[in-house]
């Protein structure tokens, strides 16, 4: 038996559980004997299972919004920005985030967890889509309707048909204003 897990093995090894099998899985004991470690192990880090499900939230948060923020920002000029969020939204496996989601529809934390991290993904969006030159009406339109795939693509699931990464670099071009092939007509 593995003598030692840290916090963020617990944290890790939490989101894969959830992303597999969801929040009713999220217990001390199945989770210590996947880790080979006692439950000791588990109440050396947490308090008990709600401080788990709170430091779980904020992990998620932590990896699938601001390191997903840190990664496009780091790695792409203004103009590659919105290509490379939509490549790692549309793209990606979301078991996690349909997990959560699906979390979120009975409990009150993760409700408004993910209320936050809406919050904050939309404010990014608007911000990639305005450093394009967009005005006001069309960044919020735009990035809401973007947000609104993103959602939709996670909560269909598996069955949903895939884009390519041109595909998704083709709309990411037409939402932004140097092609002017998408515009806004209404208030």
């Not at 947490?46 to 780091?74: M, N, P, S």
């Not at 979120?104 to 993904?121: C, G, H, P, Y």
């Amino acid at each position: 038996m593995k003598t030692r897990r840290s916090k963020d093995d617990w944290l890790d090894h939490g989101l894969a559980v959830l992303a597999q099998s969801g929040i009713s899985a999220i217990k001390a004991e199945p989770l210590a004997k996947s880790l080979n470690v006692s439950r000791g192990s588990f109440y050396w880090h947490f308090r008990d299972i709600e401080d788990f499900h709170i430091a779980l939230l904020r992990r998620w948060r932590e990896v699938r919004t601001d390191g997903i923020i840190a990664e496009v920002e780091q790695a792409n000029p203004s103009g590659e920005r919105l290509k490379h969020w939509m490549r790692k939204a549309m793209c990606g496996n979301n078991a996690l985030e349909r997990a959560v989601r699906s979390w979120a529809t009975e409990n009150q934390r993760a409700a408004a967890t993910v209320a936050s991290v809406d919050k904050i993904r939309l404010k990014y969006l608007a911000a990639v889509l305005s450093s394009e030159g967009l005005s006001s009406q069309q960044i919020n339109a735009r990035a809401a309707f973007l947000y609104w795939g993103y959602v939709g693509r996670i909560m269909i699931g598996h069955g949903a048909s895939k884009l390519r990464p041109l595909q998704l670099d083709g709309i990411a071009e037409s939402l932004l204003p140097r092609t002017g092939a998408f515009q806004d007509t209404g208030p």
